[in-house]
């Protein structure tokens, strides 16, 4: 018994030290990259250009791509030249960043991402048991590359990650309301959350769907104090122009994405026009989106008057935030960030020795995802688009394990 205390004393102590060191990694990561033109050069440029003419006043302005690049010269000259294009809201909230100097308001941001980082894996451990070991747990979290290149860049994938996170830990727990209301708020990338609430349209859950309304109004109403209605129509125009110019660096070449846009594209692109190209992708997402709904809904109703399999549900979980990756229109690598809480619930209920198959195509996809060099490889091929075939083999396997395979408690 005395051995026994010993031994789980010393993996806590060792679990504590892990924590430590990972913690100091992360803030030693934030403080090395604020620092010119490091820091300038990062994404957060994009997000402090926003809040920046939110605080000043000229919100009516903040999709003027002129008053953008005048703003961004005067404070950032050596940003990139990237333009603002996140929604109303997110530049009013963020708005008291945009009072700081940039220095500091980036080492803020870099800090609540880091803190963010390092709660996710204390809220999502009691769902996710594999690997066993806490270790192997933590080393799993700091292989991810987008997670990195999330807290590098200043990008907000890391807070959409929490709000996926948060909104299947109240599903989990029935609070169907809370859940929608939770995701929500996700919507300063409203391109990875909204396929994700059309599969529950589709599945009817209305409880959710009113709590995920009811923040949607909320932010609306934010987005119109910060822009005024010319400032709405303005935003709408530049979507707009985004949509029908996917070779435009300026807002991100298609082929720089591993989304159904990008790889259609990529494969199309010089082929068919740009009309049928959209046609096709809009074919192919609401395909993606439908069948995902229909099988989870099969499921159910399955299941309807029996004990409800919480491993299908997990499973189903992670395969509809793959289909919200892939069908969002503008996803880089840091995006990607939601797919780890897909790829540890997957991992949870990984298939048994009785699917090879199944075992083996689900455990490359993992490997794949968790190699960070493969990441900056594509990105300097420009082949970023060769993530989707990989997203949508996972995508199969992972509907598969749910509506067919057996499964081991942990791996």
Not at 68 to 74: A, D, E
Not at 135 to 160: D, E, M, N, R, T
Not at 276 to 288: E, F, Q, Y
Not at 327 to 349: E, I, K, N, Q, R
Request: proline share 6%.
């Amino acid at each position: 018994m005395m051995e026994f205390q010993t031994t789980t004393k010393r993996i806590e102590l060792e679990n504590v030290i892990a924590l430590l060191a990972f913690a100091i990694l992360l803030v030693s990561a934030v403080f090395w990259a604020d620092r010119p033109p490091t820091m300038e050069k990062t994404d957060f440029s994009v997000t402090y250009i926003g809040s920046r003419m939110v605080y000043l006043g000229q919100g009516s302005k903040l999709y003027d791509l002129a008053e953008q690049r005048k703003l961004k010269r005067l404070l950032l000259p050596d940003a990139e030249p990237l333009i603002y294009e996140h929604p109303p809201f997110e530049a009013l909230l963020l708005a008291p960043l945009g009072a700081l100097p940039y220095k500091t308001a980036f080492l803020i941001w870099g800090l609540i991402n880091a803190a963010i980082w390092l709660m996710l894996p204390y809220l999502l451990r009691p769902y996710a048991p594999a690997p066993r070991d806490d270790l192997g747990f933590l080393v799993l979290w700091l292989l991810f590359a987008p997670l990195g290149v999330a807290l590098f860049q200043g990008q907000s994938s890391l807070l959409i990650l929490l709000a996926y996170s948060l909104a299947f830990v109240a599903l989990k727990r029935g609070r169907d309301f809370r859940a929608g209301a939770i995701l929500g708020l996700g919507l300063f990338k409203f391109q990875f959350i909204l396929p994700f609430v059309l599969i529950f349209l589709l599945r009817r859950q209305w409880r959710f769907l009113k709590g995920f309304l009811a923040t949607a109004a909320g932010l609306g109403v934010l987005s119109v104090v910060a822009v005024g209605w010319p400032g709405i129509w303005s935003y709408i125009h530049l979507l707009v122009s985004i949509a029908r110019h996917p070779d435009n660096s300026t807002f991100g070449a298609a082929i720089g994405m591993g989304t159904v846009q990008g790889f259609v594209h990529a494969l199309l692109g010089k082929v068919l026009g740009r009309s049928v190209i959209s046609l096709l992708v809009a074919a192919i997402s609401a395909s993606l989106i439908g069948w995902t709904a229909w099988r989870w809904r099969a499921a159910e109703d399955r299941e309807r008057g029996r004990t409800f399999d919480l491993r299908t549900f997990d499973l189903m979980f992670a395969a509809s935030v793959v289909v919200a990756l892939v069908t969002g229109l503008h996803m880089f690598t840091h995006d990607l960030s939601p797919l780890l809480l897909a790829m540890l619930l997957v991992a949870a209920h990984f298939p048994g020795s009785d699917k090879p198959a199944l075992r083996f195509t689900l455990g490359a996809a993992l490997v794949v995802f968790w190699i960070p060099p493969l990441y900056f490889a594509l990105l300097a091929w420009h082949c970023v688009y060769l993530w989707f075939p990989v997203l949508a083999v996972f995508w199969l396997g992972t509907l598969r394990l749910a509506l067919n395979g057996s499964a081991l408690p942990g791996c």
